[in-house]
């Protein structure tokens, strides 16, 4: 989409906290679509006859929120096609601003609470801003904010200052063919950044797909792995492939032999460092694939379309790869990001019940580690739908973007995963699905944690589900020893992951063996 013109919602509208940078976005969007763009605090300003952190000490923010409504709402009314709007960031507060965003596109700028606050300190008159004189209440402020940007927003971009403006216009792009309902996601990391697209309909039919593709298929001509079940159900809706490998399906197929295969297979394609490999299926296929994308002829890209629950909160998104040895999982992997991800929840209903209730330890182990919002809804037994899917896929994003390489915070995301690969190494892969033997390792991490309450909770959750919370199949010394072989390991010491609440998660934590010992004893029946 070359200009807002002929997109189906007549302006773009940028929200977000304040020291989002939503103004400097605004100005160089006009400038690189040729259009006007309007400031709502600026024109209220203008208005009001002095800046708006006066108008908050002269009239008090009741009276300052009745103008800026008002202001705001003529502003989205008026708005014709090709019109840039940066609106103040608590502007949203109000009902009936959000009703008058309605047909507008929406793009929040995500900018963390400490970035926003060094932004605005460096700013002059900085003291005089009534929303910026205290820390903690300016993280509160951001905090209590945060739900109502997410459920507005189309795309949600971070706040990268130089460069966030090409982004929205590559969201732009992305949208413009997107199914109604679909939101846009931008990860970025270290090396590089990429659109995650989730919505209903993505995965209806090859014409429409072609127009989400994050790649030139007229330049680079995908590659297709996949499993044999999801290839019958989806693989035509791709369209026009350069070829295809379907595994076998489950856990101990991602190993070398497979990798080996996928190799010899784009080999016999003709696949070239130009094209790129298309990773259809779960959480499997998509790191067999990863990795053979990324040491294929040294690197191809990656386009993930995950069909299961597990692939599409967690396992699609990060970059992470590798295939699993018969003495440890993942122990052979690379990083690489993919080049995009195209997420249909539809996709969800062809799953059988164990698969998706395996598939929500991953939600359940997300929301433990954001806690807020999406632990009190995942605590309360919500369901899963598109907005839980968003809400997993942008805390392991900003995981991702602080730390791409588990230098520190990602390690976060291995959160009851030490002991469940553990598990899942002793049994052989085949015993347990990846997330049964992850609710098994939460409930030895929180006995770990010492949050007995929290343990009890927990595991009421994961028997809702019908998942199980003891292991049969191997002995307890097999399974102490594949912990001690897990791959985060320094020497001879493997650090935990540990919860002090919901929302509060310490990485590289020493726990004592007999300790480890009396967590994992516990899960034996």
Same mark, same amino acid.
């Given at each position: ?29 006009s ?134 403006s ?64 999801v ?44 094209d790129?490999? /298309? #990773?259809? %299926? $779960?959480? =499997? ?6 990795? !053979?994308a990324? *040491?294929?002829?040294?690197? &191809? ?9 597990l ?6 998104y ?18 690489h ?10 996709v ?22 954001a ?6 809804? /995942? #605590?309360? %037994? $919500?369901? =899963? ?6 809400? !997993?896929?942008? *805390?392991?994003?900003?995981? &991702? ?21 553990a ?57 102490l ?45």
């Open positions: 989409m070359a200009d807002l013109a002929g997109a189906p919602r007549r302006a773009l509208v940028l929200i977000g906290f304040m020291g989002a940078g939503k103004s400097t976005v605004a100005a160089e969007l400038e690189a679509l040729g259009v006007d763009a309007v400031d709502s605090d600026e024109l209220l300003e203008e208005r009001l006859g002095h800046p708006p952190a006066q108008a908050f000490e002269l009239d008090g923010e009741a009276a300052f929120r009745i103008a800026e409504e008002e202001l705001v709402c003529e502003l989205l009314g008026d708005a014709g096609p090709g019109s840039v709007i940066a609106l103040g960031g608590g502007s949203v507060g109000s009902e009936r601003v959000r009703r008058a965003l309605e047909p507008h596109l929406t793009v929040l700028l995500d900018v963390d609470p400490a970035v926003a606050w060094a932004r605005i300190q460096a700013q002059e008159g900085a003291r005089e801003r009534p929303l910026a004189r205290d820390w903690e209440a300016f993280t509160a402020l951001h905090a209590s904010r945060a739900a109502v940007y997410e459920e507005l927003a189309d795309a949600l971009l971070p706040a990268m200052g130089r460069g966030t090409g982004r929205v216009l590559d969201a732009l792009r992305a949208l413009s063919a997107a199914p109604p309902g679909a939101r846009l996601l931008w990860a970025s990391s270290d090396s590089g950044s990429y659109p995650v697209l989730i919505g209903p309909g993505i995965l209806g039919g090859a014409a429409e797909l072609a127009e989400l593709w994050p790649l030139d298929r007229s330049v680079s001509q995908p590659f297709c792995v996949s499993d044999e079940t290839a019958a159900l989806y693989a035509e809706r791709l369209g026009e492939l350069r070829g295809m490998i379907a595994i076998k399906p489950g856990e101990e197929q991602k190993t070398l032999l497979s990798a080996e295969a996928v190799w010899r297979s784009l080999l016999a394609a003709g696949i070239t460092r130009a790129h490999v /298309v #990773a259809l %299926g $779960g959480g =499997v296929v998509g790191d067999l694939a990863g990795f !053979c990324a *040491t294929y002829q040294r690197g &191809v890209p990656v386009v993930h379309i995950p069909t299961t629950l692939a599409q909160v967690d396992s699609a990060g970059g992470k790869t590798g295939v699993d040895l018969p003495e440890a999982k993942n122990y052979v992997g690379a990083y990001q993919p080049a995009g991800v195209l997420v249909d929840p539809d969800l209903s062809t799953l059988q019940a164990g698969e998706l209730a395996a598939g929500w330890v991953e939600v359940l182990k997300t929301a433990l580690i806690g807020g919002t999406l632990w009190e809804r /995942v #605590a309360g %037994g $919500g369901e =899963v739908d598109r907005h839980m899917i968003l809400a !997993c896929a942008r *805390t392991k994003l900003a995981v &991702v973007a602080a730390d791409e390489r588990d230098a520190g915070q990602r390690q976060l995301l291995n959160l009851g995963h030490t002991i469940g690969h598990i899942e190494t002793a049994t052989g892969y085949t015993r347990y699905r990846h997330g049964e033997a992850v609710g098994l390792g939460l409930l030895a991490t929180l006995r770990l944690s010492g949050l007995d309450g929290l343990r009890a909770q927990v595991r009421e959750l994961l028997e809702a589900r019908g998942l199980p919370v003891t292991f049969e199949g191997a002995t307890l010394e097999e399974v020893e594949a912990t001690a072989r897990d791959k985060k390991r320094l020497r001879s010491r493997v650090p935990f992951v540990l919860v002090a609440a919901p929302g509060e998660v310490r990485i590289g934590c020493e726990v004592p063996p007999d300790s480890v010992r009396a967590a994992v004893a516990e899960l034996m029946p």
